[in-house]
């Protein structure tokens, strides 16, 4: 049953090509593919020797029953062997433009603290905007507080996915407040002041209402008499 699977994710990593933008997804892809292929561990394994009659620093040759060498050739064979699959996988999973920036490099685990070198520092740019969004939102006049407060949340939920700290509800929600027009203050101010608790779904809910209010007051004080 291993054959389909595997199967399955090749024709996912082929089809979803790191690009660079994509590596965390890329990257999520082909470690499962080469844990299927039981590969993965050859990104960390170093390279075998094999003992030599040179006088290169390697093991002496004449140290070694035949027996002995044998195994330790085959171990070197099976690691190359893997090796080689392994990027394979890794060439035919990655754009043609950043095939050239691995080219010449010799083994599995370089081609990939290369690749992770060159594109899983875009993460910290995703993050940077995803901050900076979070901090800049402000309520547009006439979205829905609900939609605002779910916006928000799902801009935290972005954030953390990409493995930044847990944010505490508390934060979350005066974050939510920081983002809401000054006709809001005496709600936020009861709010703390009541310390109460709500999740986000609950304040958006919660929050419209209080919109309908705001607004009812402003008709309430703006219609002749």
């Known amino acids: 049953m291993a054959a389909p699977i595997n199967n399955t994710l090749m024709s996912l990593i082929t089809q979803s090509k790191l690009t660079g933008p994509n590596y965390e ?3 999520c892809n082909i ?6 292929e039981g590969l993965n561990s050859v990104l960390t394994e170093e390279s075998p020797t094999i003992p ?3 006088m290169d620093g390697t093991e002496d040759i004449a140290e070694f029953t035949a027996e002995q060498l044998k195994e330790r050739v085959d171990i070197f064979k099976s690691y190359h062997q893997r090796d080689s699959k392994t990027q394979l996988y890794i060439l035919n999973s990655i754009d ?3 095939v050239e920036f691995v080219k010449g490099i010799s083994s599995a685990g370089d081609m990939m603290a290369k690749i992770k070198e060159l594109y899983s520092q875009q993460d910290t740019h995703i993050e940077y905007k995803l901050v900076d969004k ?4 402000k309520l547009e006049p006439e979205t829905p507080v609900l939609d605002h407060v779910m916006k928000i949340q799902n801009l935290f939920e972005q954030l953390e996915g990409l493995g930044s700290e847990k944010f505490s509800l508390k934060y979350k929600r005066n974050i939510i407040f920081k ?4 006709s809001f ?3 936020i101010f009861n709010f703390n002041m009541n310390k109460l608790d709500v999740q986000l779904t609950e304040l958006g809910n919660i929050l419209q209402e209080v919109k309908r209010a705001i607004k009812k007051e402003r008709q309430k004080c703006t219609s002749p008499r």
């Open 31 to 36: 470690m499962l593919l080469l844990k299927a």
């Open 52 to 54: 030599s009659t040179d």
């Open 25 to 27: 997804d890329w990257h």
């Open 185 to 187: 203050s005496p709600f």
């Open 179 to 182: 983002s809401l027009p000054g």
């Open 134 to 137: 979070i901090h800049s939102l």
């Open 96 to 98: 043609k433009s950043i």
